[in-house]
């Protein structure tokens, strides 16, 4: 069994539509939790950064951790084209700031 | 520069060659991070430099991997006797210091070993 667990999609989404992304994961050590947006051919860009539990807001993104189910989110409002990508979940422990662990990635298309 | 710039974009090679793989990070940022991507994955951690010395160099698959930081920017991965298995992505990294600043990666070498 890995130690995050990602959906690989694709997942396809009418533009406008509310966009739920999730990766589970074991390793009851994991703190901090990203979010990379990653178009196709390109490297990873980091969208959301979150320390342990809640939530955070940067724009139409809200990332959630729920580290009592070890469970994360991104929501995207008001889906564009634009947003179509691969988004893959990271995290990593205290003390362990050289590696991240990723999920494969979700694949989104959001359509016209 | 603006951003992590890795060299070439695309390498092709044949099994049993020898590669070199480039990244220039961001001015200023104290490490470096290589990470390989296969398709349909997420980055895999290789090796972290804090400086001039790799600090973990856990993820190297093996004794052909092997990456150097001389002067504490630019890094070079190199790849001896390369094997089909190796074709992937080669993603580079940079972060102001290792204590949790934010990773911003290159764009990546795209390796296909022939």
């Known amino acids: 069994q890995k130690e995050v667990e990602q959906d690989p999609g694709p997942l396809s989404v009418p533009e406008g539509a509310i966009v739920s992304l999730n990766c589970t994961y074991s390793n009851s050590a994991f703190q901090y939790f990203m979010w990379y947006r990653q178009y196709s051919r390109k490297g990873p860009e980091l969208l959301m950064y979150t320390y342990s539990s809640g939530n955070k807001e940067d724009g139409r993104f809200t990332a959630q951790v729920d580290k009592s189910s070890k469970y994360i989110s991104l929501f995207i409002r008001d889906s564009q084209p634009s947003d179509s990508a691969t988004y893959l979940c990271?995290?990593?422990?205290?003390?362990?700031?050289?590696?991240?662990?990723f999920g494969t990635g979700t694949r989104l298309q959001v359509t016209l | 520069g603006a951003g992590v710039s890795q060299t070439p974009s695309n390498k092709v090679t044949e099994k049993g060659k020898y590669v070199e793989l480039r990244c220039d990070p961001i001015s200023g940022h104290t490490a470096l991070y290589w990470y390989r991507q296969s398709l349909g994955q997420g980055p895999e951690f290789l090796i972290y430099?804090?400086?001039?010395?790799?600090?973990?160099d856990s993820g190297l698959p093996n004794d052909r991997f092997f990456a150097v930081r001389p002067e504490g920017s630019v890094s070079t991965l190199k790849i001896q006797r390369t094997e089909r298995g190796d074709s992937a992505v080669y993603l580079c990294?940079?972060?102001?210091?290792?204590?949790?600043?934010?990773?911003?990666f290159g764009n990546g070498t795209r390796l296909t070993v022939t």
């Open positions: 990271a995290m990593r422990g205290t003390g362990t700031a050289s590696k991240l662990t």
């Open positions: 990294a940079s972060s102001l210091d290792p204590n949790g600043s934010p990773l911003h």
């Open positions: 430099f804090q400086g001039t010395g790799a600090a973990d």
